[in-house]
Structures are given as structure tokens and as C-alpha cells.
């Protein structure tokens, strides 16, 4: 069975037939013939997908949503605050409810890192990685990945720079991840209390990573910068200094920002935005921004990505 956890059992080729199939549905949803709806319509016909959200999401639970409804699959959406986990009942009865519902695939969304080590010895059916804690969110990756190569085709020219909490963020395991697999070197710049122990200990990582410590210096190696959320809901108090010294220091404000448009780097950020944190609401006016890029690919990327688990 296939699952999308991370991208520790993923081919090279692999990672590729998602990003060309998902361009191919970019194509086709956009072509404006009615047909090319129609058709994508029969790719997931009568599979039914679990979307199993145990923390908050907006773009990741509703594109997933869209996904599968575009290649005609049902969605079957549980509310977690009205669901019976309210009265104990565990994550695995829960879904194994859900599976003799006739589930042909789970998306799940959990705050316990590594939960699908566990989920993967229960299941039978293709299982999605849409965050699991601090660990990963591979589908993120992935759309991060297919945005970048819109812009960067050939991935030996791009200058990456990932910025932020590096210490909580599944994004940014996952992209890095992901680039280091595929080649690419990656720039990272933390506060040195969100400097993650798996940079320095992982040698799988660390060969293709380096670490900078101003933010010139990121504006002046980057061609793209990705911005990191601060994951405040799992952050230890007294790992920051105040909003407006890291929104000075390691956020991109007005004056970096400035610096940015001059060089003509792109800006990512998986969302949601802290503005005045991460970065300046100015942000918007910026025509190298490519946030709402990122959130409409993830359709495509996650319509691939079920095409992929469940056709394959
Ligand atoms: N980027 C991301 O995972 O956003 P959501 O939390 O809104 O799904």
C-alpha cells in the first residue's frame, strides 16, 4: 500500500509523475473546455475520501476537498469538535469506523508527530500526510516545489532561502527535505532559539544545507525566500524576543522588502500569515509574491496526489 508521509520511500521519478500530472490538471481545469472538466471528473469516480482534520486547517482540508471533488470523488468531512473523539473514543476506532464506512483513502491532520508510524500497521488504504506535529507535510512540499518550478524550471539555478522557525515547522522539514532529495541547495536563517538539533545531527540533511545569519545575507544568496509561520501553539514560552524585534530582525518588513523588489526575489509563505511578524502586510503589493501562487497549486498537487495514491 502507498502512502504519502513523508518523502523517506519516495522516488525521484515518483516525485516527478506528481508534478508533471499535476501541471496536466492545470492545464485541463483552466483550458476552458468544458470536456476537460468532465473527464477529470471520471478519474476518482466512486472513491470516497476521509478528510480527517484533528488541528485547524483552511487551505490544506479545503483543497484536498476541491481535489477530490474535481476527479469526481465524494468527500466525507469529520468534524472533530462534534465527533465522538469528544467522548474518548480513539483516533484508531475513529477511523476504523470510518473505513467500514467504505473510506477508500484517509487525509489526516494530527498534532502528534509521527502518529502515522502508528496509523500505517492499522490501515489498509492510502493514507495522507496533511501535518503530523512538527514532522512533516509532505502535499505542502510538493506545491511548494510545483510554484518554484513554475518559476525556476531548472532547479541547479534556483538560490533558496527558508527563513523562520525552522525549530516547529513540518514545512520546512518537508521542503527541505524534499530539495535535498532532488539536488538542490538550501539556505536556512533562524533565531538561534528556533535553530533546530536536526540541521547539525542529520547528515542526510546537512550536506546541502547552509546556514546564514542576517537577513542581507539571505536577501543577498536567495533568488526565492521562504518565509516559516511562527508555531506559536507549540512553542515554549521565552523562545522568541518581542513581535517587533523579529519582525526587525528576521522578518521581511518595509525596508527589507525594499531590498527584495531591487534583486526581484520571490516570496513564499505556506499561510497563514503573521503580518508584522513574518512580514509586512506591504507584502501584497509585491508582484514577485507568490503565496495565493502556492494556494491555488496546492489544488493541482493534491488532485495529483490522490490520482497517484488511489489509480496507481
Ligand atoms: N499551509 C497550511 O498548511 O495551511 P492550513 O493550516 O490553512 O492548512
Known amino acids: 500500500m502507498t502512502n504519502l508521509i513523508d518523502f523517506s520511500d519516495k522516488s525521484n521519478s515518483e516525485i516527478e509523475l506528481i508534478l508533471n500530472t499535476a501541471k496536466v490538471y492545470k492545464q485541463k481545469l483552466n483550458s476552458g473546455n468544458i470536456n476537460d472538466k468532465i473527464e477529470l471528473k471520471s478519474v476518482l469516480q466512486f472513491k470516497k475520501i476521509g478528510l480527517c482534520f484533528f488541528e485547524n486547517s483552511t487551505r490544506t482540508k479545503i ?10 470523488a465524494e468527500t466525507y468531512n469529520l468534524d ?3 465527533s465522538s473523539t469528544v467522548k474518548g473514543e480513539t483516533l484508531i476506532d475513529t477511523l476504523k469506523v470510518l473505513e467500514r464506512y467504505g473510506m477508500d483513502c484517509f ?14 500497521r492499522q490501515f489498509d488504504l492510502p493514507l495522507i500526510n496533511a501535518g503530523d506535529g512538527t514532522h512533516a507535510h509532505p502535499s505542502q512540499a510538493l506545491l511548494d516545489l510545483f510554484t518554484i518550478k513554475e518559476h525556476f524550471p531548472n532547479l541547479s539555478e534556483l538560490k533558496i532561502t527558508i527563513v523562520g522557525d525552522l525549530t516547529h515547522s513540518r514545512v520546512a522539514k518537508s ?14 536563517f533562524a533565531p538561534g532559539t528556533l535553530f533546530p538539533y536536526y540541521l547539525d545531527l ?12 542576517s537577513i542581507d545575507k539571505v536577501i543577498e544568496n536567495s533568488n526565492v525566500i521562504m518565509l516559516l509561520r511562527l508555531q506559536k501553539e507549540r512553542m515554549a514560552a521565552g523562545l522568541l524576543p518581542n513581535s517587533s524585534e523579529y519582525h526587525k530582525y528576521y522578518g ?23 503580518y508584522g511578524l513574518e512580514i509586512t502586510n506591504n507584502i501584497n503589493h509585491y508582484d514577485k509574491n507568490l503565496i495565493l501562487n502556492q494556494v491555488e497549486n496546492g489544488i ?3 488532485m495529483s496526489i ?5 489509480n496507481s
Request: hydrophobic content about 40%; charged content about 20%; proline content about 2%.
Open 107 to 120: 487525509v489526516i491532520r494530527h498534532n502528534e508527530s509521527g502518529i502515522f508510524k502508528v496509523l500505517e
Open 63 to 72: 483543497s484536498f476537498d476541491v481535489a477530490a471533488n474535481n476527479l469526481g
Open 300 to 302: 493541482y498537487i493534491r
Open 202 to 213: 542529520t547528515n542526510e540533511f546537512g550536506e546541502n544545507i547552509r546556514i546564514l545569519n
Open 252 to 274: 521581511i518588513n518595509d525596508n527589507s522588502l525594499k531590498k527584495v523588489a531591487e534583486r526581484g526575489i520571490y516570496i513564499m509563505h505556506p499561510g497563514p500569515v503573521n
Open 80 to 82: 472533530v469538535n462534534t
Open 306 to 310: 490522490l490520482n497517484y495514491l488511489l
Open 175 to 188: 521542503n527541505i527535505e524534499l530539495l535535498s532529495k532532488l539536488g538542490v541547495n538550501v539556505n536556512v
